[in-house]
């Protein structure tokens, strides 16, 4: 098939991605993982690729998936501690009573 179908000549299907974007190499995402891993500046570089003009589109996107996990899981924590502290509050209240 021709370029537009995204094939190669032998019948193999490439990625040309978007504008034709190369795709991100393994190597690539080993350090991007690690990078992630040491507080503070995983945080900040999250920010950075998901936010940045010249961030690859698929890194882009895989790092506002991940700031969307971590506001979604920063909820759910707060939530939880503020039942599990009301019910800590409500029982010692009432043993104290």
Known sequence: ??????YTPTGQPTYS??????PISIGDWLI?????????????MLFVWAFSSGTPKSKSNWAKAQLIWI???????TIMYVVMGAAILSTVQQTTM
């Open 71 to 77: 506001l979604i899981i920063a909820v759910l924590t």
């Open 32 to 44: 991007t993982f690690l990078i992630t891993c040491i507080p503070c500046i995983g945080l900040v």
């Open 1 to 6: 098939m021709d370029e537009n179908n995204n």
């Open 17 to 22: 991605g978007p504008a034709g974007e190369q």
